[in-house]
T-cell receptor
């Protein structure tokens, strides 16, 4: 019962470096999301996808790019990391026809940008 | 703007009852959610309210008043494992989730 899996769990980057966070879900969910969580703030939506091959901007998309080439995978890229992107990143997925809209979260990826 | 307010931190005693409040101002309303998040872990779904009233699920209950823009999560018979952050989130008219900053609940023996 893997659910939603994120890799890597931890990463330290230098300013200007690039990296990709991988999210994989095995529940055949249509919707996938990338959030960031910072102290004293609510979860903020970066990008989301409503199906394979589609992506859309969330509340805080600047500095990030995403791709959903396969239904089960959702990649989050940082092209040129900045200290302001130090955060915990959560991937989540949900069913399209789920009335309650329950989100299933991955365990999080803790990113530090020096 | 859209806003979700909940207390930053609360303390309660093992075996007691605690009520965590959430007030919201959003562009439209398509449901209110409560999630539990233990330190260093992912949020997990607790409850969903879309109509006014109380929804009970074991030791946890959630209440909603749409006219007041208000919800609370009630935890009964508190256990040490209930020490966690509790996140309130509202789905707005665009079906986007707006999240509160969370309430850290500390349970003391």
């Amino acid at each position: 019962n893997a659910g939603v899996t994120q890799t890597p769990k931890f990463r330290v980057l230098k300013t200007g470096q690039s990296m990709t966070l991988l999210c994989a879900q095995d529940m055949n969910h249509e919707y996938m999301y990338w959030y960031r969580q910072d102290p004293g703030m609510g979860l903020r939506l970066i990008h989301y996808s409503v199906g394979e091959g589609t992506t859309a901007k969330g509340e805080v998309p600047d500095g990030y790019n995403v791709s959903r080439l396969k239904k089960q995978n959702f990649l989050l890229g940082l092209e040129s990391a900045a200290p302001s992107q130090t955060s915990v990143y959560f991937c989540a997925s949900s069913r399209r026809d789920e009335v309650t809209g329950e989100l299933f979260f991955g365990e999080g990826s803790r990113l530090t940008v020096l | 703007g859209q806003n979700i307010d909940q207390p930053t931190e609360m303390t309660a005693t093992e075996g007691a009852i605690v009520q965590i409040n959430c007030t919201y101002q959003t562009s439209g309303f398509n449901g209110l959610f409560w999630y539990q998040q233990h330190a260093g872990e992912a949020p997990t779904f607790l409850s969903y309210n879309v109509l006014d009233g109380l929804e009970e699920k074991g030791r946890f209950s959630s209440f909603l008043s749409r006219s007041k823009g208000y919800s609370y999560l009630l935890l009964k018979e508190l256990q040490m494992k209930d020490s966690a952050s509790y996140l309130c989130a509202v789905m707005d008219s665009n079906y986007q989730l707006i999240w509160g900053a969370g309430t850290k609940l500390i349970i003391k023996p």
